[in-house]
């Protein structure tokens, strides 16, 4: 059962930093994983996502502010978000997913397993 937790989440002020870590445990299969994210009275979107081989992909607006990485050996997801707008107020969720077709890594239909969220407010 795959296991999914979020941390790093937090307020902060516009231009600063935050580095989202979100733990795995439990899959074997190859998998891809993905942050998404979902402002109040918006749908959930994706903003970054990295398989287990291969390039990284990000939604248009946020390449170049956020990047997405992994720690294969702490089974660890990361997502570093740099000048941090009011906008990117949301709550933060990890996700990981079986489909080996890049254009479902941004999907949200695609992910098969969630975590629970962290908060991350720019103010």
């Known amino acids: 059962h795959v296991q999914l937790v979020e941390s790093g989440g937090g307020s902060v002020q516009p231009g600063g930093s935050l580095r989202l870590s979100c733990a795995a445990s439990?899959?074997?299969?190859?998998?891809?994983m993905a942050w998404f994210r979902q402002a109040p009275g918006k749908e959930r979107e994706g903003v970054a996502a990295i398989p287990r081989l291969g390039a990284t992909y990000y939604a248009g607006s946020l390449k170049g502010r956020f990047t997405i990485s992994k720690d294969s050996a702490k089974n660890t997801l990361y997502l570093q978000m740099n000048s941090l707008k009011a906008e990117d107020t949301a709550t933060y969720y990890c996700?990981?997913?079986?489909?080996?077709?890049?254009?479902?890594?941004?999907?949200?239909?695609?992910?098969?397993?969630w975590g629970q969220g962290t908060q991350v407010t720019v103010s």
């Open positions: 996700a990981a997913g079986r489909a080996y077709d890049s254009r479902c890594f941004l999907g949200v239909v695609w992910a098969n397993y």
């Open positions: 439990g899959y074997t299969l190859p998998m891809y």
